[in-house]
């Protein structure tokens, strides 16, 4: 297969890590150079053709080859059986609902969450439970690496340059989760969105950051969904004041409290959209006037009333909720960028899987 | 000009490596009204001049403000050496 002209770098191995750092290709982090043998055993993992085109990058607009996703795939440290989630993750974030130019461009610290639900969690050990958005997974580490390298690489989200962020966040490295299907009394995120149980699928959810709830005292869920609503109203995330869909990675301890009490998700949506309010008085009239009042469905949280109140989200169901984590009594509240990025979730092909 | 390099960028993305670009100071949005209004008032005669003024030349004018970046290969994407 010889779809791309070969680069040759002089010297050792250390001198080929170098010199991608030198070129701007890596997140500042060593990469693996990828060799063409390397490439070519990524390559033999993809049910596709290696020209095939599995997305349009903004901003640079450039396409998506599943060549160009597995080179940028063996860079990022990942296994070849690993480069199908990461092929339906550029198709996740090249869909027009993910809204990824502004993702890419923004000031905003925002970067794609990947959750991957059904069998493909299990086959690649991607860690759904303790430390699941922390390190130690390979695969969990590996494949939103590749993803973020894409978007860099081939979209040309450059720091500084083309990715705006002010101060970015440390997700923009990796972010990816699978969630806890095991220990969820609920019904999985893919099965609430239409897809079978035995289906593997990867969402693409834009997160400005993660903010922890935590509550290991209360026993019952009104005492829970208190702490839940005081904590999911971060007045100056993007989320609060221009609007979007927030995420809740809810702890299997907390979800277990929730769902003993007869709590479906979406009660606890609903519970939420209710009680989880900012008062108007906690924005500035600048705040107000030009984001509140100007972009989070102008009329409806339009009122000046001191008192009245603003929910996290425009609806109940445009929080997600998904399940994950080990033992202990923590949740996580991840505020959106705002409505005009949505969740998109992309089956995942895994010829050993179907 | 921090938000300059970027739109250079974005306009030779779609094909218009020649659009001449017409910066406003940074920060804005933290700046008084009447600041802004200014700006707007200041740079209103630029902008009739980008679009209505004489065509010779006027790229090469602007791309001395907002230069070109050098264009990075993409791993695995376009050719390299």
Redesign the interface.
């Known amino acids: 297969m010889a779809l791309?002209?070969?680069?040759?770098v002089q010297g050792d191995l250390a001198d080929a890590i170098e010199y991608?750092i030198d070129?701007?290709?890596t997140d500042g982090l060593p990469v693996i150079p990828?060799t063409t043998e390397l490439?070519e055993r990524m390559l033999r993992h993809s049910t596709r053709a290696p020209e095939d085109v599995l997305g349009v990058l903004?901003?640079?607009?450039?396409e998506a080859?599943v060549?160009?996703?597995?080179?940028?795939a063996v860079?990022a440290g990942c296994r070849p059986e690993y480069l199908p989630v990461v092929e339906s993750a550029i198709e996740a974030i090249a869909d027009p609902a993910f809204s990824l130019f502004g993702i890419q461009?923004t000031t905003n610290p925002v970067t794609p969450l990947l959750v991957v639900n059904g069998p493909v969690g299990t086959a690649l050990a991607l860690n759904s439970k303790s430390n699941c958005l922390g390190n130690g997974t390979r695969s969990n580490a590996t494949i939103g690496r590749a993803l973020r390298l894409c978007m860099q690489?081939?979209g040309?989200g450059?720091p500084g340059?083309?990715d705006?962020a002010t101060q970015g966040q440390p997700g923009k490295f990796t972010m990816c989760i699978a969630e806890n299907e095991e220990e969820s009394p609920w019904e999985p995120f893919h099965v609430e969105h239409g897809f079978d149980r035995e289906v593997s699928t990867v969402t693409a959810i834009s997160v400005t950051g993660t903010f922890q709830i935590h509550d290991g005292y209360s026993k019952s869920a009104l005492d829970l969904l208190q702490t839940f609503s005081s904590s999911c109203v971060p007045v100056g995330s993007t989320n609060m004041h221009i609007g979007g869909g927030p995420l809740l990675i809810v702890g299997p301890e907390h979800a277990e409290i929730l769902h003993g009490a007869g709590f479906s998700k979406a009660d606890m949506k609903g519970y939420l959209y209710e009680t989880a309010r900012a008062p108007v008085r906690a924005y500035s009239q600048a705040m107000l006037r030009?984001s509140v009042h100007n972009m989070r469905r102008p009329r409806r949280f339009a009122s000046t009333n001191p008192e009245s109140t603003i929910p996290l989200a425009d609806s109940a169901e445009d929080i997600s909720i998904v399940v994950a984590g080990g033992p202990g009594g923590h949740s996580v509240f991840l505020p959106s960028m705002g409505a005009h990025t949505r969740p998109v979730t992309r089956v995942v092909k895994i010829p050993s899987l179907q | 000009m921090p938000f300059a390099f970027k739109t250079r960028r974005e306009a030779e993305s779609l094909g218009m490596a020649d659009l001449p670009l017409v910066v406003l100071p940074h920060p804005l949005s933290s700046r008084a009204e009447d600041v802004i209004r200014r700006f707007a008032a200041e740079t209103l005669d630029e902008v009739e001049y980008a679009l209505a003024g004489p065509v010779d030349g006027l790229a090469a004018r602007y791309h001395q403000r907002v230069a070109p970046l050098e264009r990075t290969p993409v791993p695995g994407g376009e050719p390299t050496t």
């Open positions: 791309q002209k070969t680069l040759a991608f070129k701007g290709w990828p490439v903004p901003p640079s607009r450039a080859t060549h160009a996703v597995a080179v940028n860079m461009a690489n081939i040309g450059l340059l083309m705006m030009y």
